[in-house]
């Protein structure tokens, strides 16, 4: 636990609110995370924008498909608030296409991934967006 603590790129971990439907792939990706963040996570976007009313996260990741109320629309209510118009958004998305990243560019979103995603591959994207963030403030 340590050496995970040691090796982290910041001084202090980084909250992440993560958002993913299905189960296995939010376990995933925050047993990876959660080796350099402290990962907050939600099943849908009604109970990450309950989190987001209690907690500001450092980096958003969310998925574009969600039941309900999709990546776009969530994307759209985070950037409503004051308190996290600043926020980095990742979404991951298994749609192709210029048109669809463009889309959620519009609507808020920093960096869009293609899933499938290795954990690794998110990680490193989460770090240097969270790098950036820093250096720009």
Request: with cysteine; glycine share 6%; net charge neutral.
């Given at each position: 636990m340590l050496a995970l603590?040691?090796?982290?790129?910041?001084?202090?971990?980084p909250t992440l609110l993560l958002v993913e439907d299905h189960d296995d792939t939010r376990t995933m990706y925050a047993t990876f995370l959660r080796q350099t963040y402290d990962v907050l996570?939600?099943?849908?976007?009604?109970?990450?924008?309950e989190i987001l009313?209690?907690?500001?996260?450092?980096?958003?990741?969310?998925?574009?498909?969600?039941?309900?109320?999709d990546g776009f629309e969530f994307v759209s209510r985070v950037r409503a608030h004051?308190?996290?118009?600043?926020?980095?958004?990742?979404?991951?998305?298994?749609y192709e296409?210029?048109?669809?990243?463009?889309?959620?560019?519009?609507?808020?979103?920093?960096?869009?991934?293609s899933?499938?995603?290795?954990?690794?591959?998110?990680?490193?994207?989460?770090?240097e967006m969270l790098r950036n963030r820093r250096g720009g403030s």
């Open positions: 603590a040691a090796s982290s790129p910041f001084p202090e971990r996570e939600a099943p849908d976007a009604p109970r990450a924008l009313r209690h907690h500001v996260p450092a980096l958003i990741v969310t998925d574009l498909a969600l039941p309900g109320m004051p308190q996290s118009t600043t926020v980095p958004i990742i979404c991951l998305s298994g296409g210029v048109a669809h990243a463009e889309r959620a560019r519009q609507v808020g979103v920093d960096r869009v991934l899933k499938p995603c290795l954990p690794d591959a998110l990680a490193r994207a989460a770090d």
